[in-house]
């Protein structure tokens, strides 16, 4: 699988990032097993995951994800050839809260958020940590230090910002430059082929979708990348409808394309998506949950599609 460069040390990550949301819960253990061995005989490196999933699942504590990931090490010995990353930010701060009651990105409960997550997961270091949301009510200087504690301690090689906007990234550069403190070096938001409908609020909470903005902004900043959440929309393509906030023209003008490429390219939609993403200027790295190996090697072969400059330029040009 290829790979590009990711941070200040080039750190080299596959172009699929395996999403591990649902491993150990929705997946059982033989199937999370069987889909991570997999991942990495296809030569995939790079594998991501959050100190809450899923805690919104009948009686999840959000520790699952963690803990099946933290026994895959121990079993398979897998922990040195995986580029692994984990989030803090969406953790409830009490048992039942939800979403609004987030943890904070508070200088103290990064670190601590950190060493529960290296607990469960078996290891004594993470290679990229998330701030898994933008916490307005921290300020920014303190979220900075944070994750440069983090960093300082050789706890995590990098730290990245999820469901950020380029603009907030930027006054968090400019936080850590002036510190002298770890600076962000990659985005994860919530990005796709079609395109919701403008101004159209998605029913998942806290999803931030990337923006035009966001991805010059990753274009002109080496090294980084965004990591694309939802890149095939939980099935939608294929099997689930899509859902209100894609009720618009481009919606079936996107999709008319998308057929014509993948019927000339003999792939799937999915794959074609998946092909799509990672043909940008902006090193785009598709995050992919599956749910089985056969699932799996289809997102494998996607991102290994090549389309022509006819095909990519028809499929971004529909309205």
């Not at 491993?23 to 995951?49: K, P, W």
């Not at 985005?187 to 966001?214: F, I, W």
Request: contains cysteine.
């Amino acid at each position: 699988m290829e790979r590009i460069a990711l941070g200040p040390d080039g750190v080299g990550v596959s172009r699929l990032c395996l999403g591990a949301m649902a491993l150990g819960t929705q997946q059982d253990e033989a199937a999370s097993f069987a889909i991570l061995d997999r991942f990495v005989e296809l030569g995939g490196n790079f594998i991501d995951t959050a100190n809450c999933y899923m805690f919104w699942e009948g009686d999840g504590t959000g520790d699952q994800s963690e803990l099946l990931l933290g026994r895959w090490f121990a079993a398979r010995g897998t922990r040195e050839e995986v580029v692994l990353a984990t989030k803090a930010g969406r953790r409830p701060s009490f048992p039942g809260g939800g979403m609004e009651h987030s943890e904070p990105l508070s200088r103290a409960r990064i670190g601590a958020a950190l060493e529960e997550s290296l607990a469960r997961l078996g290891t004594d270091r993470v290679d990229l940590f998330w701030a898994h949301r933008d916490d307005r009510d921290t300020p920014l200087e303190e979220t900075v230090a944070g994750f440069d504690d983090a960093v300082r301690a050789g706890k995590a090689r990098m730290v990245g910002a999820s469901n950020y906007t380029a603009w907030r990234v930027q006054q968090a550069l400019g936080v850590a430059s002036g510190a002298g403190a770890a600076a962000y070096t990659a985005m994860q938001n919530r990005y796709s082929y079609l395109k919701p409908r403008p101004g159209a609020v998605l029913p998942e909470g806290g999803h931030v979708h990337a923006e035009p903005t966001d991805l010059d902004f990753i274009a002109n900043t080496p090294g980084s990348a965004l990591l694309a959440y939802s890149s095939l929309l939980s099935g939608a393509y294929v099997k689930k409808p899509l859902g209100e906030h894609y009720a618009h023209p481009g919606t079936e003008a996107r999709l008319a394309v998308l057929d014509e490429v993948a019927s000339e390219t003999g792939a799937t939609r999915n794959q074609v998506v998946l092909a799509w993403l990672v043909a940008h200027e902006a090193p785009i790295v598709p995050l992919v949950g599956v749910s089985s190996v056969a699932q799996l090697e289809e997102a494998a072969a996607g991102v290994a599609l090549k389309l022509d400059a006819e095909q990519w330029r028809r499929l971004s040009a529909a309205a």
